[in-house]
């Protein structure tokens, strides 16, 4: 008998199974007699069956209604048409697809890189793009990360900006960083009572006070680091949250790594241009405690995870599912919920371990990240007019000059809240205030990404017949006036000029350049998709 189950093993060790499947709705029961079974029935489960017979072995056929879910669910990488339509008994001709995950990122790969990336220094923006990818070039081969495609790269350099700001975190509680058991109730918690995303958004963050004295003696936490298992865990994460980004030509993982890079960039900016005031008091608490830095941080690489491709207002003519849960602000809320499930794994406990020591962080975490990601949508007109009606609360007749840097907690929170939205807002649309070409190249793939949405059906106008008009005003109407209110705040320095003057900068360019610009991009479109027939 022994022997008889190795040959049955061998013998399935090189199995290749015919699958097809269908969605749709079945009826299930248990059929009586003397071999009793469970069993479904119906037209979905006789579509399926029939649909085999068109399968290839080792491979997933699906169905036209079960691409579409796929597509629903943000996973349309995975859908490859068949280049012919399929003769199904019953059916007739029918559309079919093969399921392929080929496409995702391996994770294993990234999980065991042991070289780092180093953070690009913050000037290198003002390179030109020939040189710039010159210079990645010769820093990997000097690191030895060479052999690694463009998402690792990103992953690792994502990764290793968390973990600084992990190491300032422990180093603040003491370079303590145990599993908490009894946080597992909160953690829970977080995310049920039927509320959604949206309305667990607050106006008001209550940031953590540190003592002046303490914020001056500060220094970097050299000894102190997190464990090979957090930073296993991280990196692990990182690489899960890339995968979960679709091939989208703009709301891509490299796209959430240039936000992540700007984020990086200003905060950075924030308390370093005036030694003369008080940090904790000029930077309104907000760089005073790592924790919030890494939320912000955090909130810009998940910010646009698991992106459909196009805006929310296409989603809810179309009633998915997800817009039938969330109403408004549908890819956001969707993309804290999905990464967020994923940090709540227990695979990720000595991760959390480092984020958070109390419920108290934990809370003030969820809700800095709740906040951050709503921020990012930026076309609700709901959304945006209470946005700027608390701007003008907290920085009404505000003089820099003469104010105090000490306005009362409530006072700097409520500023602190709204600035951190402001700033992932501006982190968001950085392209528009960086130099012309890196402007340039970002609203291709914006366009490409909206053109190619037209195309396939998921759009009612041609985005190409407004473009040009459309990219005038959105400087006009947001990019501009934003980065005027960085440079209001007071908090950002020199960057909130440097930001203001490319952004008008790049307007004065669009206006000449961006009609000839339009027709470069829709040509470019046509010859990449010529092989698909589309010639229009």
């Excluded at 008998?1 to 749709?24: A, F, I």
């Excluded at 399929?86 to 496409?103: I, P």
């Excluded at 997800?322 to 709540?344: G, N, P, R, T």
Aim: hydrophobic share 35%; net charge negative; aromatic share 8%.
């Amino acid at each position: 008998m022994k022997n008889r189950w190795v040959m049955v093993e061998q013998s399935l060790s090189s199995c290749l199974l015919l699958s097809s499947s269908t969605s749709g709705q079945v009826t299930a029961g248990v059929l009586r007699g003397q071999r009793s079974r469970f069993q479904l029935f119906g037209d979905t489960m006789n579509t399926a069956a029939r649909m085999e017979s068109s399968g290839e072995r080792g491979r997933i056929q699906a169905s036209q209604v079960t691409a579409d879910l796929l597509k629903e669910a943000g996973l349309s990488r995975w859908i490859i048409p068949r280049s012919t339509k399929m003769l199904v008994k019953g059916k007739g001709e029918m559309q079919t697809y093969w399921v392929d995950k080929s496409s995702r990122p391996s994770k294993a790969k990234a999980l065991n890189l042991g070289s780092v990336m180093e953070t690009r220094d913050e000037d290198a923006e003002s390179e030109s793009e020939e040189s710039s990818e010159r210079a990645e070039e010769e820093g990997n081969e000097r690191l030895g990360i060479e052999g690694m495609n463009k998402t690792e790269r990103l992953i690792e350099w994502n990764v290793e900006v968390l973990t600084s700001l992990l190491k300032q975190i422990v180093h603040l509680q003491g370079g303590v960083a145990n599993q908490i058991p009894a946080l597992s109730k909160a953690e829970k918690a977080i995310g049920t009572g039927g509320r959604t995303v949206l309305e667990e958004f607050i106006p008001i963050i209550q940031l953590k006070r540190f003592d002046k004295e303490e914020l001056r003696r500060r220094g970097v936490p050299t000894s102190i680091g997190i464990t090979d298992e957090a930073k296993s865990q991280l990196r692990h994460y990182i690489a899960s949250v890339s995968a979960m980004y679709p091939d989208n030509a703009f709301h891509n993982f490299e796209h959430a790594s240039h936000v992540a890079a700007s984020t990086k960039k200003l905060l950075a900016r924030i308390g370093n241009h005036s030694v003369s005031v008080d940090l904790s008091g000029h930077s309104y608490g907000i760089t005073s405690d790592p924790l919030t830095q890494f939320a912000v941080i955090f909130s810009a690489i998940i910010h646009d995870v698991d992106h459909p491709g196009v805006p929310n207002t296409q989603l809810v003519k179309e009633n998915t599912r997800c817009a039938q849960i969330y109403k408004k602000s549908v890819a956001e809320q969707k993309s804290v919920d999905i990464a967020w499930d994923m940090l709540m794994a227990d695979e990720y406990a000595a991760l959390r371990a480092c984020i958070y020591q109390t419920e108290e962080d934990l809370l003030r975490f969820r809700q800095l990240v709740v906040n951050t990601v709503m921020a990012t949508d930026i076309v609700d007109k709901e959304l945006q007019a209470l946005r700027k009606a608390r701007w003008e609360t907290a920085f009404h007749n505000v003089d820099l000059a003469v104010q105090s840097w000490d306005d009362g907690t409530e006072s700097e929170d409520r500023k602190a809240t709204i600035v951190i939205e402001h700033l992932i807002q501006a982190c968001d649309v950085s392209y528009t205030m960086q130099h012309w070409y890196i402007y340039k190249k970002w609203n291709e793939r914006f366009f490409m990404e909206c053109y190619g949405a037209y195309k396939n059906g998921r759009a009612d106008s041609d985005p190409s017949e407004n473009w040009y008009e459309g990219e005038i005003g959105f400087f006009d109407c947001f990019v501009i006036p934003l980065a005027k209110k960085l440079l209001s705040c007071g908090v950002f320095g020199v960057a909130s000029h440097e930001y203001l003057n490319y952004a008008i900068a790049n307007r004065e360019e669009w206006v000449r350049e961006g009609e000839a610009l339009v027709q470069q991009y829709l040509s470019k479109f046509r010859e990449q998709n010529l092989s698909d027939g589309d010639s229009s």
